[in-house]
C-alpha cells in the first residue's frame, strides 16, 4: 500500500478535514483529495460520508484507520531496521535549487550533523539542469530539484508538494484579471528553472501572453523587483513567508495553478545510504510544517 496515500488518510482524519490536512502535508487541497479518492478505488469502499465539504469516517473507514496507522509504524519500524544494518558513508555530496536551500535545508541539515557528526557533506546550490548534469558526471550522488521532464539514467523519488503563489507590487488577481489589456512581465530565476516552465505554461492555460521575461540568478533579485514593480512572478509560497519581513508583496494564490513537486534524484544504481534517507526524512518534515498565513 503506498505510504503516501497511508499518510493522507491519517492526517484527513486527524486533522478532521482535507483542508488542514493539505496544511499539515504540505500540499494542495486538490491533492488531498484525489489520493483519498485512490485510495478507495483500491480498496474498493467508500472511507468517508461526504456531505458537502465535511468529510465523516464511514463505517469501513473506522475499520480502517487502526490498521492504516499500523501500516505506517511497521514502515517506519522497518526502515529504522534495515538502516541500522547500513554501513555509514563518510561523505555525501548534495545539489538544491536556491528556493530548496533557503526554505528546507537549515533545519534539515542542523539535524543531519547532531545524528551524523562525522559526516563530510558537500553542497552545491544550481538550477535544475546543472544539477542534473552533475548527478551524471559523478559529481553529486544526490539533488533536491523539482522537475519538468525525466532524463536517462536518473531515478526520480517523490519528496515533497510546495504550494506556488503569484507575488507583485499590486494585486496579482486584478492585473491577470486586465489581460489581454494587461501583458504581464513575467520575473523568473534563469533559463532552466521549473519554476519559470511552470509560470509560463500556468499563464499560457490561461492565455495570457508576457510582455516579456526578465531573468535573475538569485530568488532575492525575483522578489525584490517584484515588490519595486517590475513585473510579477511564481514563487513557492513558503519562499515568501520567509522573505515577508523584506518585501512588500501582494500575493495571489489561484486554484488552477498546482503545486510544485520536489524529488529526490540521483542516479541509477546510487542507493540512499542512511544519511541520505535521513536528509530525505528531514525535508520532508520540514515541508508538511503549517505554513503561516500570507
Known amino acids: 500500500m503506498d505510504r ?10 486527524d486533522e478532521g478535514g482535507a483542508l488542514k490536512a493539505a496544511n499539515v502535508l504540505g ?10 479518492k485512490q485510495l478507495e478505488q483500491r480498496l474498493g469502499v467508500p472511507l468517508f460520508n461526504r456531505q458537502g465539504k465535511r468529510l465523516q469516517l464511514s463505517e ?4 480502517y484507520l487502526p490498521y492504516a496507522a499500523r501500516i505506517l509504524e511497521l514502515i517506519d519500524e522497518a526502515a529504522a531496521n534495515a538502516r541500522a544494518e547500513l554501513p555509514v558513508v563518510q561523505r555525501l555530496r548534495l545539489g538544491t535549487m536556491e528556493s530548496t536551500a533557503a526554505m528546507h535545508l537549515p533545519h534539515a ?6 545524528a551524523f557528526p562525522a559526516l563530510e557533506l558537500q553542497l552545491e546550490v ?22 519538468v521532464n525525466e532524463r536517462a539514467g536518473l531515478v526520480y523519488e517523490a519528496g515533497f508538494d510546495e504550494p506556488l503563489v503569484v507575488v507583485a507590487q499590486e494585486d496579482p488577481a486584478e492585473l491577470l484579471a486586465q489581460a489581454p489589456v494587461y501583458a504581464p512581465t ?6 532552466g528553472c521549473p519554476y519559470r516552465t511552470m509560470a509560463l505554461r500556468w499563464l499560457e492555460s490561461r ?3 508576457c510582455a516579456r521575461v526578465l531573468s535573475f540568478s538569485t530568488y532575492g533579485a525575483v522578489l525584490g523587483c517584484a515588490a519595486a514593480g517590475m513585473g510579477m512572478a511564481v514563487v513557492p509560497r513558503r519562499l515568501v513567508e520567509h522573505q515577508s519581513q523584506s518585501y512588500q508583496l501582494q500575493v495571489y494564490r489561484p486554484r488552477d495553478l498546482a503545486p510544485a513537486t520536489s524529488y529526490f534524484v540521483f542516479r541509477e544504481g546510487w542507493q540512499p545510504g542512511v544519511e541520505a534517507r535521513a536528509l530525505m526524512q528531514e525535508l520532508r518534515r520540514s ?3 503549517p505554513m503561516a498565513p500570507l
Not at 500540499?27 to 483519498?36: E, F, G, I, K, P
Not at 544550481?126 to 522537475?147: I, K
Not at 513575467?186 to 533559463?191: G, P, Q, S, V
Open 4 to 13: 503516501v496515500l497511508l499518510e493522507t488518510f491519517k492526517a484527513v482524519v
Open 27 to 36: 500540499c494542495a487541497q486538490s491533492n488531498v483529495t484525489t489520493r483519498l
Open 60 to 63: 469501513a473507514g473506522e475499520r
Open 109 to 114: 541539515l542542523g539535524s543531519l550533523r547532531q
Open 126 to 147: 544550481e538550477a535544475e539542469p546543472a544539477l542534473s548534469q552533475m548527478l551524471l558526471q559523478h559529481r553529486l550522488d544526490l539533488a533536491v530539484t523539482a522537475r
Open 186 to 191: 513575467l520575473l523568473a530565476f534563469r533559463e
Open 207 to 209: 492565455r495570457i501572453a
Open 287 to 289: 515541508a508538511r510544517q
